[in-house]
């Protein structure tokens, strides 16, 4: 069990320009899941892939976020057009089939807006 | 819209105390509570409660679930300065959603 694996794991960028991060879940686990988390909060959850489909998405995802998962492996979330509301922790979980199962965090992708 | 509220926000306290941290949730459908425990980076899994009543336990660290006042408490008993980090209490959203719910959190300091 080598873990959820993210990188890069710090993104510095200026406003405007696009980003994107890269999500390595667990081998056996089908689940992967985004969230952001910024200073003092808890992660909020953006978006959810079992294998390769998007089940779910949050209403904080705008359409300047893309998430692909297109062989059901590792994952990308894109932001385009960044903003400095954008600055925040970016953490990638996976879990094992079947629901109601804990979710798994890699260290996370720290994006600063310039 | 579920929620989690944890309290405190923040506890300092000295090696070899005995903390409770607390977690109340409001949902639709319960399905599950789950702790973690933050420290620089990835929050790292500890419990995961279902059932009421029934004490989950791990070294020093163990926790329960009371469905009928929808909250749990996570004890940690002979702290030490490794305890130190942010305790996440998080729940599953009703029926059909695999996102969780996440509180703020509890910072937990431990000063040798």
């Known amino acids: 069990d080598t873990g959820v694996s993210q990188d890069p794991r710090h993104k510095i960028t200026k406003r405007g320009q696009n980003v994107t991060f890269r999500c390595d879940p667990i081998?056996?686990?089908?689940?992967l899941y985004w969230y952001r988390q910024t200073l003092g909060q808890g992660p909020e959850f953006l978006t959810y892939?079992?294998?390769?489909?998007?089940?779910?998405k949050s209403r904080l995802l705008s359409d300047r976020f893309s998430a692909e998962r297109p062989k059901g492996s590792f994952s990308t979330l894109e932001i385009q057009r960044t903003e400095q509301g954008d600055s925040a922790m970016y953490l990638c979980?996976?879990?094992?089939?079947?629901?109601?199962?804990?979710?798994?965090f890699g260290d996370g992708t720290r994006l600063s807006i310039l | 819209e579920d929620k989690v509220v944890q309290s405190p926000l923040s506890l300092v306290v000295h090696e070899g105390d005995t903390v409770t941290l607390n977690c109340s949730y409001e949902v639709t459908n319960f399905r599950s509570l789950l702790w973690y425990k933050q420290e620089k980076k990835a929050p790292t899994f500890l419990f995961m409660l279902t059932s009421s009543g029934i004490e989950k336990k791990s070294g020093r660290l163990s926790s329960i679930l009371d469905k009928k006042e929808l909250f749990s408490i996570l004890n940690i008993t002979a702290t030490q300065t490794g305890d130190s980090a942010v305790y996440l209490c998080?729940?599953?959203?009703?029926?059909?959603?695999?996102?969780?719910?996440f509180g703020k959190g509890t910072k937990l300091t431990v000063n040798p």
């Open positions: 998080a729940e599953f959203t009703q029926g059909g959603s695999e996102k969780l719910v």
């Open positions: 892939f079992q294998n390769e489909a998007q089940l779910e």
């Open positions: 979980a996976s879990s094992p089939p079947g629901g109601n199962q804990p979710q798994h």
């Open positions: 081998s056996e686990h089908n689940r």
